[in-house]
Structure formats: structure tokens, C-alpha cells
């Protein structure tokens, strides 16, 4: 009923930027909280960045001056700009949304396929 599809993943060198865009599509009324996660390796997910419906940002210490996180309400859209990175930002990063679909009484986190970012050093 809601699909998350994201794009921009690829391979960089260490000291490069990349943007990852996430796009919601399908029965939305409304969506809540969206939000970045990654997986490195051998490694459990991890929260990277989440944003509010009214553009509150929140961080992990571990990519706080480096990523941005933003999105675009009118396209149903969340961003993730990466700068500066490093050999360990290497992951699977996934898109996240609470959405309140048409019919339901409550909202549902929704994720992405995931795309891979792989920085070499």
C-alpha cells in the first residue's frame, strides 16, 4: 500500500559526498517522522538521521557536521546529503517513514529497499 523508494547509493572515495533521495508513493494521508538508518557490514542497523514533519532534525553523534537530512513535503521526498565520508559511513542505508494510510486508524513505519554506499579509502 505504501512503497519507499530510494535512490543515489553508489561508490565514492573517502573525502566525497553523496545524496541520497527517498520518494513515498501510494494511500498517504499523512507522513510523520522520516528518518535515515544504515547496516556496515557483519554490523546490527543503526539510526543515522530522522526528521520530523515540521523539519526537526536529529543526529547520531557519528555523522553530526557531516550529513544533512531534509525533505520535501510536497513530493513526499526525504534526503540524505553525506559529505565528508569515510571508510566506516561503508553500509546498506535504508529509508524510513511513519505513514498514515487512507483507511487505517493509525500510522505504520514503512522502510525502503535499502541502497548500498561504499567508500574506499
Avoid: H
Avoid at 572515495?13 to 507522513?31: D, H, N, T, V, Y
Wanted: hydrophobic letters at 35%; glycine letters at 12%.
Amino acid at each position: 500500500q505504501v512503497q519507499l523508494v530510494e535512490s543515489g547509493g553508489g561508490l565514492v572515495q573517502a573525502g566525497g559526498s553523496l545524496r541520497l533521495s527517498c520518494a513515498a508513493s501510494g494511500s498517504i494521508l499523512s507522513i510523520n517522522t522520516m528518518a535515515w538508518y544504515r547496516q556496515p557490514p557483519g554490523k546490527q542497523r543503526e539510526l543515522v538521521a530522522d526528521i520530523t514533519s515540521g523539519g526537526s532534525t536529529d543526529y547520531a553523534w557519528f555523522v553530526k557536521g557531516r550529513f544533512t537530512i531534509s525533505r520535501d513535503n510536497a513530493k513526499r521526498t526525504v534526503y540524505l546529503q553525506m559529505n565528508s565520508l569515510k571508510a566506516e559511513d561503508t553500509a546498506v542505508y535504508s529509508c524510513y517513514a511513519g505513514v498514515l494510510v487512507a483507511g487505517k486508524s493509525y500510522s505504520r513505519p514503512y522502510w525502503g529497499q535499502g541502497t548500498q554506499v561504499t567508500v574506499s579509502s
